[in-house]
């Protein structure tokens, strides 16, 4: 049974989403917090603070207080959840309600106390937790309560969560802290090194999003990157090609791509016969990298489908979880779904 207090949240390195039973999406908005250094007050949270970042004075810092998929500012995350669930839920409405967060798979007891805690000191009537590649494969929605093997790729922001499910459980699993970000941080390195230009994280996200393609294609982009000079420390502009950031890209390319084939090494026979038929699920943000499902099935050998909403995939799976918690609490692996906090 769905309550109208049901919140999904899918609390994200670079976004948070949250989706509410009967209502669908209603927010999705940057996990960035603007903060002025002098005396802790809040200046912008979300959107407004993600314009923010690299172009803010000394006394003001733009936090990211989620780092690799987990809480790294206690303190400002749960200011900023409390200020993402009053926004999405009203800032006058009596009950509090009961939520699900996912999370990546293979974090700690602590960090998963962090997250309950922090969610709870946010408005959290009840709170429960719910793994990454399981939300999305429940927010895709795969049949995933028969004896088959589904194998679900989550490209997120902090973290790749790599995860086969069989019969409600996750049978073999892994998540490495190489996705979004650290693309973006080899297109920034990558321009250090080889054109001495100074860019920005928000500047090599653009190049990634613009021009980035994780398989080698015959139509060539161009795109012009503006930066600081290493050597003169004045603004300059250098040409990039989708060529030159896929070189770039190439090593978290290649985690990606090796964690997906250790975790596929490890599945029993039959559920790796499944997948060979059934193809690979690609979720998460990431997943939008123009050929990132091309590159995954040329370097597998298996079809990779790209879900149709990646990146809200799981913050409608959350929901979806929450509204059959009785079941799911009984059914999925301990670890995959909590008692509330």
């Keep these: 049974m769905a309550f109208t207090e049901d919140i999904g949240v899918d609390l994200g390195t670079s976004t948070v989403l949250v989706y509410i039973c009967g209502k669908g999406i209603v927010l999705n908005e940057a996990s960035v917090v603007a903060v002025n250094r002098d005396n802790g007050e809040i200046l912008a949270i979300g959107e407004d603070a993600k314009g923010m970042l690299g172009r803010t004075p000394g006394n003001i810092a733009a936090i990211r207080p989620l780092m690799d998929g987990v809480i790294s500012d206690y303190d400002i995350a749960e200011r900023m959840l409390k200020h993402f ?188 016969a499944d997948i060979g038929s059934g193809g690979i699920v690609l979720t998460g943000g990431g997943a939008l990298l123009h050929n990132m499902d091309r590159l995954i099935s040329v370097r597998t050998g298996i079809d990779v489908v790209l879900a149709e909403n990646p990146m809200e995939c799981e913050a409608i799976g959350t929901a979806k979880a929450l509204q059959n918690v009785a079941r799911f609490s009984n059914d999925y692996n301990s670890t995959s779904v909590r008692k509330p906090y």
């Excluded at 006058?92 to 922090?118: D, H, L, Q, T, Y």
């Excluded at 494969?137 to 589904?150: H, M, R």
């Excluded at 003169?232 to 978290?252: F, K, N």
């Design 85 to 272: 669930i009053k926004k999405a839920c009203g800032a006058g409405r009596f009950f509090k309600p009961r939520i699900m967060v996912c999370i990546p798979s293979g974090v700690s007891e602590v960090e998963r106390r962090a997250v309950r805690e922090a969610v709870v000191q946010a408005g959290g009537k009840a709170v429960y937790l719910i793994e990454e590649p399981l939300a999305a494969a429940i927010g895709v929605g795969l049949d995933i309560s028969k004896p088959e093997g589904t194998m679900v790729v989550d490209i997120g922001g902090g973290t790749t969560d790599i995860a086969v499910i069989s019969m409600n459980a996750i049978v073999a699993s892994t998540s490495t802290k190489v996705a979004g970000d650290k693309i973006d941080e080899a297109i920034a390195r990558y321009l250090r090194k080889e054109h001495k230009l100074y860019v920005g994280e928000r500047t090599a996200e653009q190049i990634k999003i613009n021009i980035g393609s994780a398989y080698l294609q015959e139509e060539q982009k161009t795109m012009l990157c503006r930066g600081r000079d290493l050597i003169t420390g004045l603004p300059e502009a250098v040409e990039l090609t989708s060529a030159d950031v896929l070189e770039a890209m190439q090593d978290p390319l290649n985690v990606i791509c090796e964690a997906i084939h250790e975790v596929l090494k490890t599945v029993p026979p039959e559920l790796a």
